[in-house]
């Protein structure tokens, strides 16, 4: 090592060979460049110009000074020299590097592996070997690193493949090792430099008197401003979260932004915390609506990247999951009536809301469980429902038809157990402004004080029409949560151990009353989440597997291989190991979080050091190796010296290459598709399926299955054009051009009639296809299927197969005063391109889509008699022939499209004398 | 019979093989040129329809346009345009130095030269004129045939790359007013020229010099330090920066071609200067027009 001030060179022999720059100036001096060779036809007239030839036969002189500085820069660069280098070691022997390596390391991490390599550049420029040991216990699984010294170049890989863990240091041991009688072979060591994180987790005052024994100690510690974070996980306060950070030094004061971030990644709420200047632990209310605090999956303070800095949230901080119980099923598939429909829609924006039998959503935590209707709960799981509410559950149940009839389970009351019901309920409803009563529909009372409801406005538009009764008692006032003007309970609730029954005495859907169409509703249902307290945590069930793990940078990723499960019952009071690494544990759907910080309840700065050790900070080392930065500059003259020689050459025209280069860069622009494609209308932005629900929905049109056989899918099409244009002429429904369809691909949902001519072999839809139509059916839709054989051929073969497919209901003949039979005209018979054969509706009676049928099946043949050409002509004869049969064939028609468009409106005709004869009183 | 079908066939698949590249090139261009220009514009031998005319005493009754005649009262007489036929002997310079080509996408001198004499060939035996190479001994023919021979030979010479072809056409005796076409670069010494050129003219053939130039000749367009070779073993030259000496080089050609001119206008001959970057159509048509001119006198 030679010095002149803060430059330093490694190898300073080298710069001998800068005693041959002025040799290398003659020689560049001496030779010309090369000439280029050019054959030439006229030269004899350059002959004439040659007499006075002056040869520039030397190089230029900036090129001369370009090839010395060139020369120079390697041999300087070859000399390995230093700004500003470190001075030497103080002792002998290796150098011991101990290295923090625990969460708190992660917050300058950076500067830390800085110093890690400076520190090994300098041993390996002193020749010294090197020992690492790292305080912070290693991964379960990975190796290890030996205790033993390295070369520094071994040493510089170890320490690239060194990263922050994400739990506590262990110094004790790390060091213990190191210095017990098991440790290093070498007694009188070198030099100690210890890369501490800041913090005094664990001691530290004995073992620096250990390691003083070693030799001469420099511990590194990180000024107080960068000191690692901890943020503790957050507390529930009301509708907010109270969110804390603890720092080791209160230094000054200091803000923290703090984010909240969803499970899609998406920061959802801000805020900062403030630390006075003499705070070591400041909190932040973070309040988000509730929706978003539902989907919270974290919270991290920004701008560190620890272990601690990040606090993962599961169930415990979500907003009460509700379970849904529904006693119906049957009327399933019409959601508008469903008991649950009204309570998912008001629950959604504020809890987690599940479905399920009982048995299901007990098996998990749950803050309230709403039964609507439920009917009969055998003994097994009204005995958990009742020790659920024991241990601090709320259930709300809703009245209805079956409760009414039976408000009294024989099986439970025999087996002792009380009845899931705060009140005892009279057998039958009470109806209120019904057809056979005089009275109108009941309105609510405002509540009580001492409901829980006290305070939220009743809407007079609410009104009861059924309810079920409660049994008069004397304590029913107390337990009555609302009721209506006429003073019957409509709430009723009771404690039960440490948990609520509430009964609501009317469904929850809007069948007996308008109540869950209205906004109280909503404002009820939140009323009683906020009564719940909370989940009940159900502990025992399998050990949590780890889920999703927390890395030394606090980020989530796939756990480490050695990361172990954590026993249910012991989850509350496992601590982070390094078999237990913070995270998620658990199952997707039902996961929980360990965090670090729970364990960080304060941070300690290092304190104070014994006497004779040497202290500093990261990041101070200025020395800059420029090796690199003149072998650069070097290679970059030789470049610029290639380029210049080829110029004098004339082999390389700068003035070409740059119009190359212009036309390279035009090219490059012009291709780029944001350039290409601007011209371009979007039009293929419009997806096929788009652009055929544009088509079939401006206008109302028939549709027909397109069947694959060209000559049953022309006659369908010419009939129904034939049919929408006779509908169009005679009747008011102006209908748009018929619609060929395939129900595997596209939507159904725009067509009021859809036209299924049957043949052999027709294919009966993919399951699929099948679930499109029966959703089609049940939300209105009209299919014709059409078997063309006047009923009783192949046709009926695949309409049996099509029924196993189908949800088709029973059919039965057309009845002779179906309203098929006189929606626009009156007809008895239904002729098609045949006539005789039946047709076949739903049974009526099953007031499923206002009774319209939403199959209807036939063989006439209805299409080919619709079927017209151009000129209006009729395509098909009709069998046995007849104008009037065509004629009659079209009013089926027009019939058909009345049914489908009006629905039962011709059936409420037969009152038409009834309502004219009110209208004259 | 069968045997004399396929002679004829192999016949024609002879003559289709025998159109050379060259030929279809020439071709292109003299048709560009053949629209532009018309026949001799006068009562004369020949087929080509000229006019019709009263008949007078004298004519021929041979001559009479029956047809014509039957049409009115009057007697017509169909008289035809003049198409009296010319011997052209033409020569290209085939010397290393018109293989010189400055850019790739240049042709090269000789290609040049030889373009455009064969599309003036094609333009002359559409006229009806008799051409003939310089130099190959062969009668002038207006013969499609002559045509074809005269494109091989242009091929085979290109073929041959002969190094020691003459820059200058070597002296033949020629028939009086016979016409001489020559393309070349004409870089050789003024005094051979001049020899050269007066040998025709002293019998009487009049012609016409077309020097076929590439345009880095003309600009001498290098610079740096280049050491330029001849390309006919003249010797080699060094320039230490060649763009001082361009100025010079300019004033050498135009005194070069000065004197070339002199030389020509001495002789009665006319002269052009033809660059590869140019259009040869254009060449073409004033070569073309030069000659008429020269009969047209």
Redesign the interface.
Known sequence: MWSISALSFAAPWVLGALALLPVLWWLLKLTPPLPKRIPFPPIRLLFKLATREETAAKSPLWLLLLRLALATAVILGAAQPILNAEPAFRASGPLIIVVDDGWAAAANWSSRKALLKALIDRAERAERTVVLVTTAPAAPGAQASPLNLLRPADARSVVEALQPKPWKTDRRAAVGEMTGARGLSVAKAGEVAWLSDGLAEGGLGSLLLDLQHLGPVTVYGDPPERLALALLPPVPDGDALRVSAVRAVAFAPLAVGVRAIADDGKAVGRETIQFAADERQAEVRLKLPTELRNRLARIEIEGQDTAASVVLLDERWRRRPVGLVSGGGALGNQPLLSDLYYLERALEPFTEVRRGRIGELLARELAVLILADPGHIDAAEQRTLDKWLRDGGLILRFAGPKLADNPEDPEAASDGLAPLLPVKIRRGDRVIGGTLSWSRPAQLAPFEEGSPFFGLTVPTDVSIRRQVLAQPSLDLAEKTWARLVDGTPLVTAEKRGKGTLVLVHVTANAQWSSLPLSGLFVEMLQRLTALSQGTVTKSGGPPLEPLESVNGFGRLGSPPAGALAIPAEAFDAAVVKPQHPPGFYGTPAARRALNLSAELRELQPLGALPAGIARDVYGKSTELDLRGWLLGFAFLLVIIDLIVSLAIRGLFSLRRYAAAAGVALLAIVLSTPGWAQSGQPRRGMLERGDAFALGASLETNLAYVVTGNPQIDDISRSGLTGLSTVVRRRTAAELGDPVGINPETDELAFFPLIYWPLAEGTATPSAWAAGRLNTYLRNGGTILFDTRDQSGGPGFASLRAFSRALDIPPLVPVPADHVLTRSFYLLQEFPGRWTGGQVWVERSGDRVNDGVSPIIVGGHDWAAAWAMDDAQRPLFPVVPGGERQRELALRFGINLVMYTLTGNYKSDQVHVPEILKRLQR | MDANRGDLHHKAEELAAALPPLLVAAERVAMTVSQGVHGRRRVGQGETFWQFRRYEPGDSTQRIDWRQSAKSDRVYIRETEWEAAQSVWLWRDASP??H?QSAAALPS?LGRANLLLLALTVLLVRGGERVAMLGTGVPPSASRAALIRIARGLENGRAAETDDAPSLPGFEPLPRYGRLVLFG?F?S?LDEVRTAVAAFANRGVRGHLIQVF?PA?ETLP???????????R????????VET?RE??RG??AA?RSALAEIVRAAGWTGSVHHTDRSPVAALLELYLALSEVWDR
């Open positions: 130095s018109m010189y001198k670069d870089l010494p590439d000749e290098f610079a740096g330090r280049v050491r330029f070779d001849g390309m006919e003249e010797g080699e030259i060094l320039f230490g920066r000496v010079r080089y050498e050609l070069h």
